[in-house]
C-alpha cells in the first residue's frame, strides 16, 4: 500500500474523496470499508466496530461520490452503479492495493457484491452486513413491512390509507417515507432504541446528512442487468451478517443473496436489527475478525 494512516483527500474521477488509513502497521490484506445509504457516511462505524478492526487488520475507510466528507459531483444526476464502481477501481490504484478484502455495510453491501462482480482477480474475501438488493422489488416491500409492524396510531392508519391507493409499489414507499418521524425509522433500524438513540447522537454529533441525491439518481440509472441476476457469477468467500430483526434491507434479502451466491454463509443475530455492529457489537467483531484472519 502507497499510503500511511492518516486522513486524505484524493481526486478521483474530476472529485476529490475522502479517504482514511487506520491499522497500517498490521500489514494485512487491506481491508477497505464501504458504507451505506445510499450517501451514508463512515463516522458511526470509524468510532464504533472499526476502531476494533483496525487494531488487527489494515482498514481503508473511504466515502463515495457526494457522500459524507467526500465532495458532491456537478450535476444532481452524476450517480451510477458504474460510476461507483469506476470509483473504487481508481481509489485501489492511487493507494497501489493489488488484492482486497471488502466489508460492506446496507447499500455497502450490493456496491461490494458489484465490486467484486467487476474485478473478481482483485477482491480477496467479502463481509456483507445486512446487503440490500435496491433494484428488486422486495426491497419496497420489506421496508413497507417493517414500518407497518412499528407505526402506531394515526401514522400506522395513513400508512394502511396509502398502501390502498392505486399507485405504483415505489410510489407507495416514497410516500411511507415522506410520513414517518424520526422515533418511527429509529424502530426501523434498531430493536434496542437505546442504541438507537447513541447512534443518533453520533449522526447529530458528525453533522453530516444525506441529501438523498445519490438514492434518487441511482435509481434513475439502474444497471442493464440487475445484481440479482449476476449473483451466481460472484465466487468469492463471503460472510453474510443480518440481525432477524431487519427491518431495513431484510432477512428476506440476505437469504436471497446468500442462496444465489456460490462461496457464502450466512450468520444471523437474534438480537439486532439493520446494524448488528451496534446491537451486538462483540459478536459481530468475533465473527467478523475470525473469517477475515482465517487462511483461504
Known amino acids: 500500500m502507497k499510503f500511511n494512516n492518516g486522513e486524505y483527500k484524493l481526486s478521483i474521477n474530476g472529485i476529490n474523496h475522502w479517504v482514511k488509513i487506520e491499522g497500517y502497521e498490521n500489514k494485512t490484506i487491506p481491508l477497505i470499508l464501504i458504507h451505506g445509504g445510499p450517501g451514508g457516511n463512515h ?17 481503508v475507510y473511504y466515502e463515495q461520490r457526494g457522500s459524507g466528507r467526500s465532495d458532491k459531483p456537478e450535476s444532481a444526476d452524476d450517480y451510477s452503479i458504474d460510476l461507483l464502481v469506476s470509483d473504487f477501481r481508481i481509489l485501489k490504484d492511487l493507494l497501489e492495493i493489488e488484492k482486497a478484502d471488502l466489508l460492506g455495510y446496507s447499500f455497502g453491501g450490493e456496491l461490494a457484491l458489484e465490486i467484486a462482480y467487476a474485478f473478481p482477480n482483485n477482491i480477496n474475501k467479502l463481509v456483507l452486513s445486512g446487503p440490500s438488493l435496491m433494484y428488486s422489488n422486495i426491497q419496497y416491500l420489506v421496508q413497507l413491512q417493517g414500518f407497518m409492524s412499528v407505526a402506531k396510531g394515526s401514522l400506522l ?17 416514497n410516500e411511507v417515507w415522506s410520513n414517518v418521524d424520526t422515533k418511527t425509522v429509529d424502530q426501523l433500524l434498531f430493536e434496542d432504541q437505546s442504541v438507537a438513540e447513541q447512534n443518533r447522537l453520533l449522526w447529530n454529533k458528525s453533522g453530516l446528512q444525506n441529501t438523498g441525491q445519490m438514492m434518487k439518481a441511482l435509481y434513475k440509472n439502474p444497471p442493464q442487468v440487475p445484481l440479482l441476476h449476476r449473483l451466481k457469477k460472484v465466487g468469492h468467500e463471503t460472510l453474510l451478517i443480518t440481525g432477524i430483526h431487519d427491518r431495513n434491507t431484510g432477512l428476506s434479502v440476505s437469504k436471497i443473496i446468500d442462496r ?37
Open 43 to 59: 463516522y458511526n462505524f470509524e468510532r464504533t466496530a472499526g476502531r476494533i478492526i483496525s487494531k488487527e487488520r489494515t482498514v
Open 157 to 173: 392508519e395513513r400508512m394502511e390509507t396509502i398502501l390502498k391507493e392505486n399507485k405504483s409499489i415505489e410510489e407507495k414507499y
Open 260 to 296: 444465489e451466491l456460490n462461496n457464502s454463509s450466512l450468520e444471523l443475530f437474534f438480537n439486532s436489527a439493520h446494524f448488528p455492529e451496534m446491537e451486538e457489537t462483540e459478536k459481530f467483531l468475533r465473527l467478523t475478525l475470525e473469517f477475515l484472519n482465517t487462511e483461504d
